[in-house]
């Protein structure tokens, strides 16, 4: 699985990187979010399908390669 | 309040709503409201204030918030552009020739705002600010410890957010007295009331107070949001001062009465809900961060705000035209069973809480990682040094409306008495301003990333 956060509809809410840390940076001047890696490793996915079901403007996506 | 029958004038206003956010049935039957909204007409046409849309679905706000290309939130005080009136609807006749700062101004100019002052207010920016929060807090419960009773909004909601919103803004941290009545008697005062005005005086007290920091901080430069704003270049210019005051009673406003809403609405429901409270204890660091957005989702202390619709256009399946003015129910968009089930009970670890109480777009709170932050160190600390205090609902104290902020005048408690910690508010503030001074806590993040440190 990847994760993509659309910089265009971040802005800044936050959620994603309390809901998965381990996934989510944020940018330390204006908070908004960036994945650490692309690739969501296995044991993550639930977090990240938490975020993407959380993100108030939508911003995330997670794409099934398979 | 009610729904109308028959269509009337034009075909697009056909699905309409009598809306007055600013009348006391608001409050009292706001789930009914809602959801009678929701299922006949989730954007309604209001004849109320001259006339206006109202949006309470959540899926309809979604896509109307934030489509910037087709929204303003300009308040055009001077005439000099569209002449649109800002995010007030009835329009403010207090805030009339005041621009509310970024929050009143579109792309670029509301841009480079942000850009100025993120760097202070930023996840990273913020945590850098715990000790001195806790520090606070600390002082304000231990001013109430022995006696074992506390009101929850004169004795700690109410301090600890003005404490550190002047904190964080360079101005001395004695001076919140001056601020902090004239921030949330300007909110719940009714403008035909006999207080209105005293409360009119205070608000000039403070305004003066903010333009001798302006000046001051020219003066004699110090870390802050003053500082940043005074340096700060808009369109490339140095914005006039009676812009840059409204950009301070902007972040006065939004940084002292909603955190304090938040807090006391909390604080109320778990002590309705002690179980809830046991658990949200001893389960904080799972459970903490979910009950923050829960309550921020149900109790939405801004609860919606005024654009203009700057080009004709179609949204939402609703058809506007340019000058049209659009209320966005954040509260109600929040309880709307689509997308949260039972929206209206509180479910401490709601999952796919995406919920909209800082606004959407590009105008999201600057200030949300503030609140956050603030209400969770309040709450910590209650949690730990009374854990079984419970509210007197006979002395709480509700806003009569909720048009502005939904908040509460007063909230007194009883707990069982414990020993306090540390020193008392006063003597605290003065060493927390020399902490501020010596250590420039209030450099933004991009020049100090260490975290305040607090001798004791």
């Known amino acids: 699985m990847k994760v993509y956060v659309d910089p265009e509809r971040c802005q800044g809410h936050t959620l ?18 960036s994945p650490i890696s692309e690739d969501v490793p296995a044991d993550q996915e639930e977090l990240v399908a938490e975020a993407v079901r959380s993100c108030p403007e939508r911003a995330i996506s997670l794409i099934d390669e398979h | 309040m009610s729904a109308q029958g028959a269509p009337q004038g034009e075909e697009r206003k056909r699905n309409r709503y009598d809306f007055d956010r600013h009348a006391p049935g608001y409050r009292e039957r706001f789930v009914e409201i809602t959801e009678e909204m929701q299922s006949r007409c989730p954007v309604a046409w209001s004849e109320t204030h001259g006339g206006h849309w109202v949006v309470s679905g959540n899926r309809e706000l979604f896509e109307i918030a934030r ?3 087709y929204l303003s939130n300009d308040h055009d005080v001077k005439g000099e552009r569209r002449g649109y009136q ?11 020739g005041m621009r509310g700062g970024f929050l009143e101004m579109d792309p670029p100019e509301q841009r480079h705002y942000r850009q100025a002052l993120n760097p202070y207010l930023s996840p990273a920016a913020i945590q850098r600010w715990i000790p001195f929060l806790d520090e606070v807090a600390r002082a304000c419960i231990d001013e109430k410890i022995e006696q074992g009773s506390i009101d929850f909004i004169d004795d700690l909601a109410n301090v600890v957010p003005a404490v550190f919103t002047l904190a964080m803004m360079g101005i001395p941290l004695r001076n919140w007295t001056i601020y902090n009545e004239p921030a ?8 035909d009331s006999p207080e209105m005005p005293r409360v009119i005086e205070m608000h000039i007290a403070m305004m003066r107070d903010l333009a001798g920091q302006l000046a001051d901080v020219r ?19 140095t914005p006039p001062d009676d812009e840059l005051l409204g950009v301070l009673a902007l972040l006065i406003g939004g940084g002292f009465d909603t955190t304090t809403a938040l807090t006391a609405h909390a604080l109320e429901w778990l002590s309705e809900n002690p179980g809830e409270r046991d658990r949200l204890s001893r389960e904080r660091d799972t459970l903490l961060d979910s009950a923050t957005e829960e309550f921020l989702r149900f109790y939405t202390p801004a609860p ?7 080009a004709d256009c179609e949204l939402a399946g609703t058809e506007f035209k340019e000058g049209d003015r659009v209320w966005l129910s954040w509260a109600m968009a929040n309880r709307d069973p689509s997308v949260f089930p039972e929206p209206h009970t509180v479910d401490l670890d709601r999952k796919g809480n995406r919920h909209n109480s800082f606004g959407l ?12 932050t603030a209400f969770k160190r309040m709450l910590l600390q209650v949690l730990d040094r009374m854990p079984d205090y419970r509210c007197d609902p006979e002395g709480t104290v509700h806003y009569e409306t909720i048009g502005v902020i939904q908040g509460m005048r007063q909230l007194p408690a009883t707990f069982t008495p414990g020993k306090r910690l540390g020193p008392g508010l006063d003597e605290t503030l003065e060493i927390l301003q020399k ?22």
């Open chain 2, 219 to 237: 003066k004699n430069p110090r870390p802050g949001l003053v500082d940043a704003l005074v340096h700060a270049e808009i369109n490339g210019q």
């Open chain 2, 435 to 456: 902490v501020c001074d010596e250590q420039r806590l209030a450099e933004p993040v991009t020049v100090r990333t260490t975290r305040a440190d607090i001798p004791r």
């Open chain 2, 361 to 372: 777009g590009i105008h999201r709170c600057i200030g949300s990682n503030v609140a956050r």
């Open chain 2, 67 to 69: 489509s910037a290309e």
């Open chain 1, 16 to 33: 994603c990187a309390m809901i998965a840390p381990k996934v989510f940076q944020l940018d330390d001047v204006d908070g908004h979010s």
């Open chain 2, 86 to 96: 800002g995010i007030n609807i009835p329009y403010a006749k207090r805030g009339k």
């Open chain 2, 304 to 310: 919606g705000d005024g654009r203009t619709i700057s």
């Open chain 2, 184 to 191: 949330h008697a300007g909110v719940y005062t009714r403008p």
